[in-house]
């Protein structure tokens, strides 16, 4: 079945520093979606990228599509005490009109202040 | 945006004993929702997939007759987990979409099931 992997699986750095979390997929997906949660809640939506190569962003985090639509990152810049959380991508279902989605293993992001 | 709630937060029950999770869209439709389950610092797993009106759909391992799901509604979705046992104990999260307002899904806050 489809399967998504993140990497790191833990990234620890300091506040002011720069953050990025890659999101593989071993299947061609039709878009990605981004996710956070933060310890103790539940999963937030982000972003959704769907055309290839698509970059977006939203203040300072940077969300990219692969090319061949089977990867994706997300990036952050200057990271906040307030990023803190794990940070998931999730690819829907490999058959058309498939709405459930397949989560990444997640990055867990901590901040030191 | 759209909202989703979920009850209870948390839950503690004895071994043997069933417990019911609900999951509304409070200000939309949902004609399907989903429900995960999620292991300390693991990633979601997909259970089933809820489907008003109609059976639920259960993910490879999920065992149907445990994880009793009913969407009897457009609002309303639940989780009955039957004669839970402590490897039942988890985070139950259950997700919607408004297809109206957004591409992502919203998630309920969550159920933390403590059997024991």
């Known amino acids: 079945g489809q399967q998504v992997m993140q990497i790191p699986q833990y990234q620890h750095v300091q506040e002011g520093e720069d953050f990025t979390t890659y999101c593989n997929s071993s299947?061609?997906?039709?878009?990605i979606q981004w996710y956070k949660q933060r310890p103790g809640g539940h999963p937030v939506f982000l972003i959704q990228l769907v055309k290839s190569g698509e970059v977006k962003k939203q203040k300072r985090l940077t969300f990219q599509f692969g090319e061949a639509k089977k990867n994706s990152s997300l990036h952050i810049t200057a990271t906040q005490t307030t990023d803190v959380g794990t940070y998931f991508c999730a690819g829907p279902g490999s058959n058309f009109g498939n709405e459930k989605l397949t989560f990444g293993t997640g990055t867990r992001l901590t901040i030191i202040p | 945006g759209a909202v989703v709630s979920q009850h209870p937060s948390r839950v503690i029950c004895k071994s043997g004993t069933s417990v019911k999770i609900e999951c509304r869209s409070l200000?939309?439709?949902?004609?399907?929702m989903f429900w995960y389950r999620q292991f300390p610092k693991q990633s979601l797993m997909l259970m089933a997939t809820?489907?008003?009106?109609?059976?639920?759909?259960?993910e490879q391992g999920v065992e149907k007759d445990k994880f009793l799901i009913n969407h009897a509604s457009l609002t309303l979705s639940t989780l009955t987990v039957t004669s839970a046992h402590p490897e039942d104990s988890s985070f139950y999260i259950c997700?919607?979409?408004?297809?109206?307002?957004?591409?992502?899904?919203?998630f309920g806050s969550g159920t933390r099931l403590t059997v024991v």
């Open positions: 200000d939309f439709q949902a004609t399907t």
């Open positions: 299947t061609t997906l039709s878009n």
């Open positions: 997700s919607a979409r408004d297809p109206w307002r957004s591409y992502g899904y919203t």
């Open positions: 809820s489907n008003e009106g109609s059976k639920a759909t259960y």
